[in-house]
């Protein structure tokens, strides 16, 4: 298993095949299940587990630390109840106009095709969130169409979900050529994790589905640690870099999984490597069941001073938070200075 060989399995099967039983999850990486199970059994009842085996095999064995594993195997810790940790933090419920529809920015607004994910996050801000009910089916493109026609200022469509690259190219395409017919629209945004996870979802029909587009794609893909970031995944990012495919990279802040400036300046340089720009940091939306990977304002504060300090400006992704009801990302450093 841990020479796996994710490199050579179509991503279609990879993707039906994930790994979902925290046992199996446990053994594959020579754990002991005496410690860890029975949190993970119970947390998963709330979160389900959820990983690509191509995503498995770049945790180290024997290391119940691992930076990646702790971002997928649920914990008991995950059960605790703490204050300001809430199902909804950023009250999304409120910001849906429409199935698939969520526009909280001016310029762009969020699509979500599907609420299917290829990893389960446990930090994940939207573990709650009722996903099923939100989802456009294809009749709905005509009032898509309608809402976007009467917000003259839309640029741009945020296809995000769920993972938008689980969809099938097929499918894809079809919304993209859809969304193609409004002249209004210049850009099209994709946030996946899935190219990190299953790597070969970047796959030649993909490839050349987003260059062929009237539109100016933006991917922006989801790591959090440079061990993510095997240099077959690398690759697959630098295919996308050049073919003049933007590709940025947002993380979290994650307590034990990131939150060192070496580890964040490993990141970035890395992402560089492969022709990715760090964008985003964000620091941790506080959902129900995730306190166990947060940090105070102060620890974050001197992390990021010492990111700053260290990367040149262009590899320093912006700190951010998302504060519901906000017009944009807020900006956590440096702004009360002014
Ligand atoms: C983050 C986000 C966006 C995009 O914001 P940018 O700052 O343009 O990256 C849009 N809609 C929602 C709901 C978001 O959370
Ligand atoms: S891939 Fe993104 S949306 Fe899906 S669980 Fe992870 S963080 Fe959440």
Not at 22 to 48: C, H, N, R, V, Y
Not at 68 to 93: I, K, M, N, S, Y
Request: net charge negative; glycine share 4%.
């Amino acid at each position: 298993m841990i020479n796996y060989l994710y490199q050579e399995q179509n991503w279609q099967s990879q993707l039906s095949d994930l790994i979902t039983d925290p046992l199996e999850l446990l053994e594959t990486l020579k754990l002991s299940p005496d410690q860890l199970l029975s949190g993970a059994i119970l947390a998963s009842e709330q979160f389900k587990l959820r990983v690509p085996r191509a995503f498995a095999a770049k945790i180290q064995a024997g290391n119940p630390q691992d930076p990646l594993l702790l971002q997928v195997l649920p914990h008991h810790l995950e059960l605790e109840d703490h204050a300001g940790f809430v199902t909804d933090p950023l009250d999304e419920e409120h910001a849906n106009q429409q199935p698939g529809v969520l526009h909280k920015y001016q310029s762009r607004f969020l699509l979500t095709l599907t609420g299917a994910c290829a990893v389960h996050c446990r930090y994940c801000f939207r573990r709650h969130f009722p996903y099923q009910e939100n989802l456009p089916k294809s009749e709905d493109w005509l009032n898509i169409q309608r809402y976007i026609q009467s917000q003259p200022d839309i640029n741009e469509v945020i296809l995000s979900g769920g993972d938008p690259l689980t969809l099938s190219n097929r499918k894809l395409k079809l919304w993209i050529e859809r969304l193609e017919t409004l002249p209004q629209i210049k850009f099209l945004r994709i946030h996946s994790r899935v190219p990190i996870v299953i790597p070969n979802r970047v796959d030649e029909e993909l490839i050349s589905i987003l260059k062929n587009s009237r539109l100016r794609i933006i991917l922006v893909v989801h790591s959090n640690h440079a061990s993510e970031l095997d240099d077959f995944t690398c690759s697959k990012l630098s295919q996308l870099a050049k073919e003049q495919i933007t590709v940025l990279n947002q993380a979290v802040l994650l307590k034990g999984v990131n939150d060192t400036a070496d580890v964040l300046v490993n990141l970035s340089y890395r992402l560089f490597d492969a022709g990715v720009m760090p964008y985003y940091l964000h620091v941790l939306d506080k959902v129900k069941g995730a306190h166990h990977f947060d940090r105070t304002p102060e620890d974050i504060s001197q992390i990021y001073a010492e990111v700053l300090a260290r990367l040149p400006g262009y590899l320093v992704p912006k700190l951010v938070r998302e504060i519901a009801g906000e017009k944009n990302k807020t900006p956590l450093f440096g702004v009360s200075t002014f």
